[in-house]
């Protein structure tokens, strides 16, 4: 899910698998939201043969184009495009400079294996990514993870895993509006935006258990459970949009190491936030109330300080279709579809009681192998967002959005 990075699902391989190939049509795991694939997570470890320990080293560099870094509406995105003067002095779009950017993401990480429980193979794996912006200074960040599995034999693992990216810039919001003129109404340029900054931290732990069935000695079907926790922490003065709370995720792949496999993954996401009060734009007569106490109840877009609760739940349903086309190539195409249902029931919070998001996916990616060690990958992926509710006019809400994702990169291991 984007913004709830899950950890929780392991490597989805129909024969030589993309492994990591969705580095090359979604950020990196610090930021949005959309969480980690089949095809993103660590591989599943063997049986250890010997006694001593190893070490790999595996690291990956693509460049990306995101057509819609801010996850923007249309009507905002001309907004940022040609901004009034109004919308200047608000601040609206300060810091971000272009809807659409080129990104240069890198990654290397760590894989040291030796003997565990039983004798059998222990992994640990520190990783570290960085993703650099050619505009739009502040979506340049750094992300950290790491995660230990232990296998148990006959492909059944047990893993666990950290995420930390502490610093990302989603877009501005409104903090607080001034009256300047005191007609009662809040115009574009009595508005006040600040940036909304936030660091993503996650913590989990998944099995792996192959299901009855074999051909050639191997599992028709495996089975995968993970449970996690997740917390979303946001800087001054936007607290009241942190997050926290458990996550879920099961997967089941079939045919996980034939020519042709696929898997199919649902993930859960329970995020609480504690209500608190935040500065809206409300129409008093809406509401029969004097909002910004000037002795009438007839304003439009008056200021209001009210109770908000951003709580939701977050569901997401996914398909993924891998391929292998021959010794060097590989392919693999996915679908996904993710639900956000908010929890609010306040009586004057607009944004979020009765909200609901959805979300369609659409993915694929190819994996070349160059030489022994080194791969090139080639991905897009293609995202479509709706919601029920009226937002993105003033308070810079996630509202209706495309997004497409598309890079090419290079995969090598020694």
Do not use: C
Request: proline fraction near 4%.
């Amino acid at each position: 899910m984007t913004g709830v990075r899950s950890a929780l699902l392991p490597t989805f391989r129909p024969g030589a698998l993309l492994a990591s190939a969705l580095i090359a049509v979604s950020p990196l795991a610090a930021q949005s939201n959309d969480s980690q694939s089949v095809a993103s997570a660590a591989k599943a470890p063997k049986v250890s043969k010997s006694a001593r320990w190893s070490a790999d080293v595996e690291s990956k560099a693509a460049l990306q184009y995101d057509h819609n870094v801010f996850l923007l509406s249309s009507g905002q995105r001309a907004d940022l495009g040609s901004p009034s003067s109004d919308v200047r002095i608000s601040g609206r779009y300060e810091s971000m400079e272009s809807a659409n950017a080129l990104l240069a993401i890198g990654n290397i990480g760590l894989q040291v294996s030796g003997p565990g429980v039983g004798g059998r193979t222990l992994e640990i794996t520190p990783e570290l990514s960085y993703e650099l912006a050619s505009r739009n200074e502040l979506r340049r960040e750094a992300a950290a993870a790491l995660s230990i599995a232990q296998s148990f034999g006959g492909g059944r693992r047990i893993r666990l895993s950290a995420q930390a990216a502490p610093s990302h810039f989603s877009r501005n919001y409104l903090a607080d509006a001034v009256d300047a003129d005191a007609n009662g109404s809040i115009s574009p340029a009595e508005r006040i935006y600040a940036k909304g900054e936030y660091g993503d931290y996650s913590i989990g732990g998944d099995i792996r258990l192959p299901l009855s069935g074999k051909s050639r000695k191997r599992s028709l079907a495996v089975l995968s459970a993970g449970l996690g926790y997740y917390a979303r922490s946001y800087d001054a003065p936007f607290a009241v949009r942190d997050l926290t709370g458990p996550t879920a995720a099961l997967g089941l792949e079939f045919a996980p190491r034939a020519p042709l496999g696929l898997e199919v993954t649902y993930e859960l996401a329970v995020l609480s936030a504690d209500a608190g009060r935040q500065v809206v734009l409300l129409d008093e007569a809406a509401y029969g109330v004097d909002f910004n106490g000037n002795g009438n109840a007839t304003d439009l877009e008056a200021r209001a300080v009210v109770d908000i609760d951003r709580s939701r739940l977050e569901q997401q349903l996914g398909g993924a279709l891998a391929f292998d086309m021959g010794k060097r190539l590989s392919g693999l195409l996915g679908y996904e579809y993710r639900l956000r249902s908010f929890r609010s029931k306040l009586p004057y919070d607009e944004a979020d009681a009765g909200r609901r998001d959805s979300r369609s996916g659409i993915r694929g990616s190819v994996k070349t192998r160059l030489a022994k060690h080194v791969s090139m990958l080639v991905g897009a992926k293609f995202l479509s967002q709706t919601t029920n509710r009226g937002l993105g006019s003033a308070l810079g809400e996630e509202a209706d959005y495309t997004n497409l994702l598309a890079s090419v990169g290079l995969q090598a291991s020694f």
